[in-house]
């Protein structure tokens, strides 16, 4: 399985890790046709180098506007350029990730509304080029499982256009909070700002772990450094592991989006196909609960769980096919458990099953209800004594772990 596993010792930042994914191997052509797509081909220029940073190798890549007075840029106005472009759709959702946690993030330090964010530096074109470099770079890559390590935070103060912030910038902490990523602060630090609110940002969408894992067996290994001269290397390592990290299958932390509406206007067949579209929508999980709503009418609570790159089309599915007017949404962290599909082969038929792994190492069996009531219907016998029967069957799986 492709693994992806980021080690930042000396911090997060959009250009360090775009840099690496370049050294790892990823044409820069797949950095460079959706930018081009986004309309954004004749307004930067992208100069990647062999360098060195304390000793050590690395790309280091530089970003450079050819705008003549390069635009500030408000969250609506990029993410409308960003839904509008021709850009395959699982891509343009991750970068829409990545632009709606940092409107999100800044919108909370500023306390205005996220629609009315104005982005001074992530609003810039190198920001674009960054965010949009890594999410394609990541699509090209089809990890499985995007684990990172806890970013440095820096320390001292920084400058920035909203002046002098101190480190972590107030952006770079809320992220923090909202994501549940630890920033490692140590008085050996080098002062100054290691992570920035692009990098984490980043990361905190796009990786679905955020330690390392037990066991490394690297692959392949493509190394981005920073601009800054530090006490030691500055530099950003991203590794693609082997099978051999299939080693670790313990329970691992994701983010999920809830996203719920109380409606007191939609008979039952509204709501049949209300689930069914949130579902084809790729809600993990839908699920309606009877409430009881003001003026003492009965209502239903619909609650969808959709992961957070796919968030914004659930949400247009749910102002296209039901009536409601509103839409509560927040972030949850969850733990998943290893599983992995395949057949039970038995003395009375095959039927698929899921496995699962349990933290003891213990694996548990659970044979798919349609082809247990399959079963039973072809062999006459009844669902309990189906279960009975293939407890001991040879399972066969179909695909690797994932979670």
Known sequence: MNRLHIDCPTGLAGDMLLAAFLDLGVPQQVIETPLATLGLHDRYRLDVEEARSGGLRGKRLS??????????????????????????????????????????????VHGVAADAVHFHEVGAIDALVDVVGVCSAVD????????????????????????????????????SRRFSIPLLRSDASPEGELTTPTGLALVATLANRSEAPESLLPQSIGIGLGHRVLDRPNLLRVIQMSQAEDLDLGPRLQTIVVQEAWIDD????????????????????????????????????????????????????????????????????????????????????????????????????????????????????????LRELVRDAVFEPSEPWWW
């Open 63 to 108: 970003v450079t506007a050819t705008e003549s007075a390069p635009q500030h840029r408000h969250w609506a106005e990029i993410r409308r350029s960003i839904s509008d472009a021709a850009l395959a759709p699982e891509l343009r959702e991750r970068v829409l990730a990545v632009f709606t946690a940092l409107a999100e993030a800044e919108a909370t």
């Open 140 to 175: 090209h890559l089809a990890p499985v499982a995007i684990s990172c390590a806890s970013p440095a935070a820096g320390s001292g103060s920084v400058s920035t256009a909203h002046g002098q912030l101190p480190v972590p910038v107030p952006a770079v902490l809320e992220l």
């Open 266 to 385: 939609a008979s039952a067949e509204d709501l049949a196909v209300l689930t069914t579209a949130l579902r084809g929508a790729d809600a993990v999980d839908v699920a309606v609960q009877p409430v009881q709503m003001k003026k003492d009418r009965p209502g239903w609570l619909v609650s969808a769980l959709v992961a957070p790159e796919r968030a914004s089309a659930l949400r247009a599915v749910w102002f296209d096919i039901s009536s409601t007017i509103g839409l509560r949404e927040r972030q949850q962290a969850r733990w998943l458990l290893p599983r992995r599909r395949g057949v039970l082969t038995s003395g009375v038929g095959a039927l698929r099953a899921k496995q699962v792994q349990r933290p003891n190492g213990r694996c548990t069996l659970k044979p798919e209800a349609d082809d247990l009531q399959r079963l039973s219907h072809e062999t006459g016998r009844s669902i309990a004594e």
